[in-house]
């Protein structure tokens, strides 16, 4: 027990024990504010992280049924879009429009007798009915067509042409430099009635031979066009 000589010690003594006394509740109360702090961090880390997994989990679950509904697979996307072609090419024969445009992209070395031209490059293919892969245009439905097409034959050169349809020979063409120095063009223009899935295409004559190269560069193009009269 302690004793005081003097009533002044009772009061120092008094005096710093409440400041010790208070001196321990600042560093409590800093301490708990720090702990709460902490704590709402804490917890509002955990709010973002969550937030953050259900927005990537939502869009795992988008992506994972985008995939289903195309099968699940690069084949089903790659089907879809050929159907969605197919859809389109559809549309396009029940209104009835058909026509074309192609022209070879480069010369044609010295081609044979009863050689097909196959004009690579396609323009126009409204109705989707000409072939860039084998030169053939294949009737979509019965009707009356205009067919039209243009070959080039170089310096010295001669080149005989003609239209087929089926096996048939419809129209034929010649482009005729062989006596002089000088690049010279032909066009053939047929208007058919023909049928459904009849086939038309150009090639050269089935007899005579002709000469030199077929001719084709941006400054004039061997080409060949159709479209549907009625």
């Known amino acids: ?11 120092t003594l008094s005096f710093l024990l409440r400041n010790l006394i208070a001196k321990n509740e600042r560093i409590l109360l800093d301490l708990r504010v720090r702990c709460d702090g902490e704590h709402k ?21 988008y992506a994972a049924t985008n995939l289903h509904s195309q099968n ?3 084949i089903a996307s790659y089907q879809d879009s050929k159907k969605e072609e197919q859809d389109i090419s559809r549309k396009r024969q029940i209104s009835g429009v058909v026509a ?20 690579d490059y ?13 030169g053939m245009f294949t009737a979509p439905a ?3 067509y205009v067919f039209s097409w243009s070959t080039y034959s170089q310096q010295h050169g001669a080149i005989y042409t003609e239209m087929v ?23 053939g223009n047929v208007v058919v009635e023909i049928s459904r899935n009849d086939v038309v295409y150009i090639r050269t004559n089935s ?8 001719l084709s560069f941006a400054r004039y193009r061997t080409s060949f066009t159709g479209w549907k009269l009625s």
Request: proline share 3%.
């Open 1 to 11: 027990m302690l004793k005081f000589q003097t009533t002044d010690q009772f009061k």
């Open 41 to 61: 961090k804490s917890r509002i880390n955990r709010h973002l992280d969550d937030k953050k997994a259900r927005s990537l989990n939502k869009s795992s679950t």
């Open 72 to 74: 699940g697979s690069p």
């Open 100 to 119: 074309f445009y192609a022209y070879l992209s480069s010369t044609e070395p010295s081609p044979s007798v009863h050689h097909t031209i196959i004009f």
């Open 122 to 134: 396609v323009k126009t293919n409204t109705g989707e009915a000409y072939n860039r892969h084998n």
């Open 142 to 144: 019965d009707g009356v």
């Open 165 to 187: 349809v089926n096996s048939a020979v419809i129209g034929s063409a010649l482009s005729d430099s062989n006596s002089v120095n000088i690049v010279a063009a032909a066009t």
């Open 207 to 214: 007899v005579n031979h002709g000469a030199g190269d077929i």
